[in-house]
């Protein structure tokens, strides 16, 4: 009889073990998943002044391979000789949404100068999100990215959201947190085109 109230206090024993711990991963998981990639903020930087994108005018494009939503490739060499404009939008960041109907405008008007757009979503089951369907039909490319965010991480992106202009050397023209920075970096519209 004490040898089955041993093993009984021992199963009881490892039961309890076995749901603290469970419960530890998964506030380590939940906690991971609402954090946003290391070193990516949403929203002014610490500081309190104006937060650096990581792109700056003057940089060059760099090299990326992209998988698209649509299940095509996009890459660096794909946005060369012509302008694009850049989005690093998360699923975490409520600006993000918010952002979308200027930076629709933004990109009516890159396309208009036969520039090409694209826009990547960071963040758990990005393809499928709301966000990136709206975005389906502003950018040329939407790139759902998982939490280490590789295209942002290949531009330097630090905060969301971000966007950044380039020309057709692939030079950055323009980049900020936010669209404000974007304003003077409208193109104008290739010749023939007309503006609507």
């Known amino acids: ?12 024993a ?6 603290a711990l469970t419960a530890a991963v998964l506030r380590r998981w939940r906690a ?5 990639p290391a070193g ?3 929203g002014p930087g610490a500081s309190g002044g104006a937060p650096d994108l990581g792109i700056a005018p003057g940089d060059r494009m760099p090299e990326f391979t992209a998988a698209t939503a649509a299940g095509t490739t996009v890459t660096r060499d794909g946005l060369a000789g012509r302008p694009a404009l850049l989005a690093f939008l998360s699923l975490d960041c409520p600006g993000c949404d918010d952002s979308v109907p200027e930076f629709a405008e933004h990109a009516r008007r890159v396309r208009d100068a036969g520039g090409r757009v694209l826009a990547t979503v960071v963040g758990i089951d990005a393809a499928g999100s709301d966000l990136a369907a709206r975005l389906a039909g502003v950018a ?13 991480t290949a ?3 630090r ?8 020309g057709p050397d692939g ?17 104008a519209p290739a010749a023939g085109s007309t503006a609507l």
């Open 1 to 12: 009889m004490d040898y089955l109230v041993a093993g009984l206090v021992l199963v009881v």
């Open 14 to 19: 490892l039961t309890a073990l076995n749901v």
């Open 32 to 36: 991971r998943l609402s954090t946003p």
């Open 40 to 42: 990516r903020q949403h």
């Open 140 to 152: 040329d490319h939407v790139v759902p990215e998982p939490l280490d965010a590789p295209v942002g």
């Open 155 to 157: 531009f330097g992106v």
């Open 159 to 166: 905060f969301y959201p971000g966007f950044a202009h380039y």
């Open 171 to 187: 030079v950055a023209t323009a980049a900020s947190v936010g669209l404000e920075g974007l304003r003077e970096a409208a193109p």
